[in-house]
C-alpha cells in the first residue's frame, strides 16, 4: 500500500499579506527538554483562517494542519497578548497614511453591547412597561 499523501491545502494567506503579519508574532520557544519543534505562527494562523472560514469545530480541522488545541491556544494566547488589537491599530494606520480611510465616514456605536448588570436602579422605566 502506498504511503498516504498529505496534501496542501491553499494558503489564505499570501505572502505578501504574511510579510506585514509575522512581525507582529512573538516566536513560539522551543521547548527545554526536547520534543517537537511548535508549529510555526503561519500555519497556525492558516488553520485559525480555515476555522473561520468554514464554521467548523477546531477539533475538525484536517490533518495538513496543526491540532485544533494548538491553533486554539496560539489564537487565545494572541488575544490575551493584545497581539490583534496591536494588528489592527497598524492596519487602520497603514489604511490612513495611504488616505484609504474617510474618518468622516466613521462612527462608534455600542448599541450592540449588553448592558452589564441591567439598567440603573433610578433610570426611568418605560410607558410601556408602566
Known sequence: ???AVTRQPKPELTDARWKHLEPFLPREPKNPNGGP???SNRECLEGILWVLRTGARWQDMPPEYPSGSTCWRRLKF???SGIWL????AFLADLDERG?????EAFLDGSFAPAKGGANSWAKRSAEKE
Open 37 to 39: 519543534n511548535p508549529r
Open 1 to 3: 500500500m502506498p504511503p
Open 78 to 80: 494572541w488575544e490575551e
Open 100 to 104: 484609504r480611510i474617510d474618518w468622516t
Open 86 to 89: 496591536k494588528i489592527w491599530r
